[in-house]
């Protein structure tokens, strides 16, 4: 009996120390923000007018995207031939790669900053409260009135590069707009313990941003965010003091629910179900966040300006249902918002899938709720 008893607590104590190893790995995974670029595609063919990659589901999206390779950034237009052999598309500017190569397609296709765009700015330095962090700012065109900034926060292990898609539409409704780094970017202070903390404290970075612009004469801001952009800005609305100076706000494949993003990745590295509770415990322990603050559908940001949210289907980097079930309840929580679904592409796809859609979108709802 004795015998019995130690060994079926061997057990309990080796599955608990698997399932912590385990959940520390995941967590440090999440929490990591070291850059490891990853090149799947591969180029067969380049005929100068177009290339024709190895077929994958990723390779076949519908809409304008980067090619990105170790030395080069391609644009590529939509499909024009899928078969079995390869998926053949338009380029449309940029570098032109070499057969052979690998790559990997890109949501952002334009480098390296506004000049690509065809736009003036300057880089200033926003005072955040690990040191100065560098944004782009880009003023107001011509005859714009300069009161309303548009402040645009990309996602975890993106850039400021995410912002150069939309920038000349939001440029043209006569917005001055301020595209931040914030901590643990690669141009930007580390954070104290070299982890993200998954918005809990990167908001602070997206408040001093936001002060520039307030002490820069902007009397309303506009947040634009991506992906962990979401969580970023939601902490924002939530815990800043500036927070009422938001008049609107959109949101491109948010995270609105971080336990629900965290189940679909752990899902993506076939952790367990059962595990996933010691990675978001573990998690919340290293860098203490409390993931009830963002689940957005139970609790709600303090500040709930009109929102614009977006979300494409094919998600499997922050699942979609979050989104719809926050869009669902809005109304009940008094929170003005648009919801647009984009069927077909991968996270931040939207824009990628159709851009004059996706910007006319945009246009039309600072149209309406700034008015």
Excluded: K
Excluded at 85 to 108: E, Q, S
Aim: aromatic share 8%.
């Amino acid at each position: 009996m004795a015998r019995s008893v130690w060994w079926g607590t061997g057990i309990g104590v080796g599955l608990s120390a698997v399932s912590t190893g385990i959940g520390w790995f995941y967590s440090s995974v999440l929490l990591d923000p070291t850059q490891r670029p990853v090149f799947p595609e591969r180029v067969l063919a380049v005929d100068g007018a177009s290339v024709a990659l190895a077929p994958t589901r990723l390779a076949a999206q519908q809409g304008v995207w980067g090619l990105r390779w170790i030395d080069g950034l391609a644009v590529m237009g939509s499909p024009t031939a899928i078969t079995a052999d390869a998926v053949v598309r338009p380029l449309l500017g940029g570098d032109v790669p070499r057969a052979g190569t690998a790559a990997v397609l890109d949501t952002g296709p334009y480098d390296p900053d506004p000049s690509a765009r065809g736009l003036s700015f300057e880089t200033v330095d926003v005072a955040t409260p690990l040191g100065p962090s560098p944004a782009w700012f880009v003023p107001a065109a011509e005859g714009g009135a300069g009161d309303t900034w548009v402040v645009m926060v990309h996602g975890r292990g993106g850039s400021r590069r995410e912002a150069l898609r939309v920038l000349p539409a939001l440029h043209g409704l006569g917005f001055p707009v301020l595209v931040p780094t914030y901590r643990n970017d690669v141009e930007a202070p580390s954070s104290p313990d070299g982890h993200y903390h998954l918005g809990d404290t990167e908001w602070l970075d997206v408040e001093a941003a936001v002060r520039v612009a307030l002490d820069r004469g902007a009397r309303r801001i506009v947040l634009f965010g991506w992906s962990m952009g979401g969580a970023i800005t939601a902490a924002f609305l939530d815990r800043s003091a500036h927070a009422s100076t938001v008049g609107a706000m959109i949101w491109d494949a948010p995270l609105v629910d971080w336990r629900a993003t965290l189940r679909r990745q752990a899902r993506n590295r076939r952790l367990p179900p059962g595990l996933i509770p010691f990675a978001t415990t573990i998690t919340s322990r290293r860098i203490g966040i409390d993931f009830d603050r963002f689940d957005l559908r139970r609790r709600p940001p303090a500040v709930r300006p009109p929102t614009l949210l977006v979300h494409s289907t094919e998600d499997t980097a922050v699942p979609v249902e979050p989104s719809r079930a926050l869009a669902a309840v809005a109304p009940s929580l008094g929170w003005p918002m648009e919801y647009l679904e984009v069927p077909g592409v991968e996270h931040t796809g939207a824009w990628n899938a159709d851009p004059d859609a996706y910007e006319r979108a945009v246009v039309r709802f600072l149209a309406r709720v700034l008015r």
